[in-house]
């Protein structure tokens, strides 16, 4: 069984004539397929408009389908659609928290709605609270909190009636870097637990750093559905980040490869995709150039999305 199974899945929105179908609605999504494993950590992207949100808002009821079948954990939205949103967990990219409740108000509230006795629900506020690092801020209300503290506690909501799918709409969408790495943590030990985790993003590292799957959405189509490694295979280039021992003096230039300099120390490397990694240090060693450290660029993902929706080179 799998966590999520779209079929044939299709909305058209009213609009005048001529506004994307011959009756005159917009179609938004058209006749997509895909299945999602149980315990993925998935990634949807696409860029605005692409019908991501149309998506996400069908399977979590906010959106009436057209036409086309949606499964929850095997549960067909249309014949028991109580049961299907019980296993899933929403969080959305605008704040929609009471915010005169404290947290821990709002999440004994929000655990109420799914049956779950104000002592257990107690119980799980506190461990989400604590895991996410904003126990501190039980009690204040929600008004008092930053940015950072109402997205975690937005999170914490989704989870304190433990479903077996979380989805996520850009959830670090406007918090700094730290925060993004310690609720990036708290996702993959999350997901290492079980919970399947549907990620969209505009981060596109976020997506290659924790998604195994992906798909692809544009124009209401999905023109991507594959594993992240083999996506990332079809770059024809790769981009490396070099870290000198010593600084350079001048720009340095390699018949063999691309090379930009960034600073006096760090230098993009560019190799074609049958380019071996030892033809970039033959090319240094033969200068007497050392190198500190190499790491990969984490721009591939961006570079494929651009190919594949056919932006590249129109920006």
């Given at each position: 069984m799998h966590a999520i199974d779209i079929a044939g899945l299709r909305k058209v929105y009213a609009g005048g004539p001529g506004n994307g179908t011959a009756r005159g609605g917009f179609e938004a999504i058209k006749g997509i397929d895909l299945s999602i494993e149980k315990g993925d950590f998935f990634a949807l992207l696409g860029p605005n408009g692409a019908g991501k949100s149309t998506l996400i808002g069908i399977l979590a009821s906010l959106v009436r389908k057209?036409?086309?079948?949606?499964r929850i954990m095997g549960v067909d939205i249309d014949k028991d659609m109580?049961?299907?949103?019980?296993?899933?967990?929403?969080?959305?990219q605008e704040f929609n928290l009471n915010i005169f409740e404290p947290p821990m108000q709002i999440l004994i509230n929000q655990a109420g709605y799914y049956g779950i006795t104000p002592k257990v629900a107690r119980m799980r506020a506190e461990k989400y609270l604590t895991q996410l690092g904003i126990m501190d801020k039980a009690h204040t209300p929600t008004r008092m909190l930053s940015g950072g503290m109402k997205r975690r506690l937005m999170i914490a909501r989704a989870l304190v009636h433990e479903p077996a799918i979380l989805i996520l709409d850009e959830p670090t969408a406007g918090v700094d870097i730290e925060l993004r790495k310690l609720i990036w943590n708290f996702l993959t030990q999350l997901n290492a637990s079980g919970?399947?985790?549907?990620?969209?993003t505009h981060y596109l590292e976020e997506a290659e750093n924790l998604c195994r799957n992906i798909a692809i959405i544009d124009h209401?189509?999905?023109?991507?559905?594959?594993?992240?490694?083999k996506l990332l295979s079809r770059l024809n280039q790769q981009t490396y980040v070099i870290e000198l021992l010593k600084p350079m003096a001048g720009n340095i230039r390699f018949a063999e490869f691309q090379a930009v300099r960034r600073d006096d120390y760090t230098l993009e490397i560019t190799l074609r995709r049958n380019q071996p990694m030892n033809a970039l240090f033959t090319?240094?060693?033969?200068?007497?150039?050392?190198?500190?450290?190499?790491?990969?660029?984490?721009?591939?993902?961006?570079?494929?999305?651009?190919?594949?929706?056919?932006?590249?080179g129109k920006a």
């Amino acid at each position: 069984m799998h966590a999520i199974d779209i079929a044939g899945l299709r909305k058209v929105y009213a609009g005048g004539p001529g506004n994307g179908t011959a009756r005159g609605g917009f179609e938004a999504i058209k006749g997509i397929d895909l299945s999602i494993e149980k315990g993925d950590f998935f990634a949807l992207l696409g860029p605005n408009g692409a019908g991501k949100s149309t998506l996400i808002g069908i399977l979590a009821s906010l959106v009436r389908k057209s036409s086309g079948t949606c499964r929850i954990m095997g549960v067909d939205i249309d014949k028991d659609m109580p049961r299907a949103k019980s296993y899933l967990g929403l969080v959305p990219q605008e704040f929609n928290l009471n915010i005169f409740e404290p947290p821990m108000q709002i999440l004994i509230n929000q655990a109420g709605y799914y049956g779950i006795t104000p002592k257990v629900a107690r119980m799980r506020a506190e461990k989400y609270l604590t895991q996410l690092g904003i126990m501190d801020k039980a009690h204040t209300p929600t008004r008092m909190l930053s940015g950072g503290m109402k997205r975690r506690l937005m999170i914490a909501r989704a989870l304190v009636h433990e479903p077996a799918i979380l989805i996520l709409d850009e959830p670090t969408a406007g918090v700094d870097i730290e925060l993004r790495k310690l609720i990036w943590n708290f996702l993959t030990q999350l997901n290492a637990s079980g919970t399947t985790i549907i990620l969209t993003t505009h981060y596109l590292e976020e997506a290659e750093n924790l998604c195994r799957n992906i798909a692809i959405i544009d124009h209401g189509k999905i023109i991507a559905h594959t594993q992240m490694k083999k996506l990332l295979s079809r770059l024809n280039q790769q981009t490396y980040v070099i870290e000198l021992l010593k600084p350079m003096a001048g720009n340095i230039r390699f018949a063999e490869f691309q090379a930009v300099r960034r600073d006096d120390y760090t230098l993009e490397i560019t190799l074609r995709r049958n380019q071996p990694m030892n033809a970039l240090f033959t090319a240094f060693n033969a200068r007497k150039i050392g190198i500190r450290s190499v790491r990969e660029k984490t721009n591939r993902l961006e570079q494929l999305f651009l190919e594949l929706t056919g932006k590249l080179g129109k920006a």
